[in-house]
């Protein structure tokens, strides 16, 4: 028998489809050992209007015993198709059935509604690709502050290097000094930049 509950066809019969099926079955073999019962008494009865039968009542019971046993054999591999075929296409709902008083819980969509569904669809996928470009720009970003974090540390090492030797030759603060170096070559730009405004005014004249 099918382990299958099949709940929603027990909601609309008032019966799960595997009893209406098992109570067939019990049925049938009922009746067949009814029927065999009915032929072996037939038979005996037969058997005592014939004089000097070598056929005896147990031989008798034993043939009716083994031609049971065979139909029942028989009838368990034919039902056992019947019930394939009952339990798919004659007791089964389809799924795309709903039941009288499941109609309310029935959702249908109008044109309308599938218009806006699509409409927001749309509208996330954009989100999504705006989202996605948003992080590779953000990856790219925090590529190059890498890089300028690598510079800044090798120019620090530099600066570091600088003043060690610095103060290996005697110079006591090399913050001070490279400051006093920058003033210095402003003045002398300055300087470089009077001389030759002045050598272009005496061309001039």
């Known amino acids: 028998m099918s382990v299958n509950p099949m709940t929603y066809e027990a909601q609309f019969f008032g019966f799960t489809p595997q009893t209406c099926m098992l109570r067939i079955y019990?049925?049938?073999q009922d009746y067949l050992f009814e029927v065999m019962q009915a032929v072996e008494q037939v038979i005996l009865?037969?058997?005592d209007g014939i004089p000097h039968c070598d056929i005896s009542p147990v031989q008798i019971c034993k043939c009716t015993e083994k031609?049971?046993?065979f139909m029942k054999g028989y009838f368990d591999n034919l039902f056992s198709k019947m019930e394939q075929l009952f339990l798919q296409l004659i007791l089964r709902i389809p799924s795309n059935i709903l039941l009288p008083e499941d109609?309310?819980?029935?959702?249908?969509?109008s044109e309308e509604d599938f218009q806006q569904l699509q409409k927001e669809i749309e509208q996330l996928q954009e989100k999504?690709?705006?989202?996605?470009?948003?992080k590779q720009a953000l990856l790219a970003e925090l590529e190059e502050q890498k890089i300028v974090q690598a510079?800044?540390?090798?120019?620090?090492?530099?600066?570091?290097?600088?003043?060690n030797v610095g103060r290996d030759h005697g110079t006591s603060d090399f913050?001070?000094?490279l400051v006093s170096m920058v003033?210095?070559?402003?003045?002398?730009?300055?300087?470089?930049?009077?001389?030759?405004?002045?050598?272009?005014?005496?061309?001039?004249?």
Not at 128 to 134: D, F, P, Q, R, S
Not at 187 to 201: A, C, F
């Open 26 to 28: 019990t049925t049938f």
């Open 103 to 109: 109609k309310c819980k029935e959702t249908s969509y």
């Open 151 to 163: 510079k800044l540390k090798q120019t620090l090492t530099s600066f570091d290097e600088l003043q």
């Open 175 to 177: 913050r001070e000094s």
């Open 183 to 205: 003033q210095n070559s402003r003045k002398l730009q300055n300087i470089r930049d009077g001389v030759e405004k002045e050598s272009k005014r005496l061309k001039i004249y």
């Open 67 to 69: 031609f049971l046993c």
């Open 128 to 134: 999504y690709k705006t989202e996605l470009c948003t």
């Open 45 to 47: 009865k037969k058997l």
